[in-house]
């Protein structure tokens, strides 16, 4: 079952994209701001595999914070930075620290929790692959 931690300081966005991917069977944890969401992927245990954050909330890289704290904890852990203030200098700095993906959630005529449910599918897909890559590695190191 893929855990997945939702942080965003807008309780409504937060709740809309929880609603959406909880459809999907995932497990879901909400926090709502940067410092809960630090806190939260610190504290999680085992790490949670996706990891969706909203880009400027306390400040405005705060989702570069996030990120790098996921994938301080957890190689593994796949995160999607959403942003209402989408800029390609953002979208390429979060991808180059090695985020899966960066949606705006303001695309005209596209739904965007459909959108994320998609993105979400995709990075748990490529989170079990490497993980699957990893151990079978570990078996043939084992020998």
Do not use: H, W
Request: hydrophobic letters at 45%; a negative charge.
């Amino acid at each position: 079952m893929c855990r997945l931690l939702i942080i965003d300081d807008e309780e409504s966005v937060r709740s809309a994209v929880a609603r959406r991917l909880g459809r999907e069977g995932y497990r879901i944890s909400e926090a709502e701001s940067e410092e809960a969401g630090l806190r939260m992927i610190q504290e999680a245990e085992p790490s949670f595999d996706i990891i969706v954050t909203d880009m400027v909330m306390e400040t405005a890289n705060s989702g570069v914070k996030i990120l790098e704290a996921a994938l301080t904890r957890d190689i593994f852990s796949e995160v999607i930075v959403l942003t209402a203030y989408g800029n390609v200098a953002n979208a390429v700095e979060c991808m180059k620290r090695g985020a899966f993906d960066y949606v705006e959630k303001n695309i005209p005529g596209v739904d965007v929790y459909e959108l994320l449910a998609m993105k979400v599918a995709q990075a748990m897909d490529r989170r079990r692959a490497s993980v699957a890559t990893i151990r079978r590695l570990d078996r043939f190191a084992a020998r």
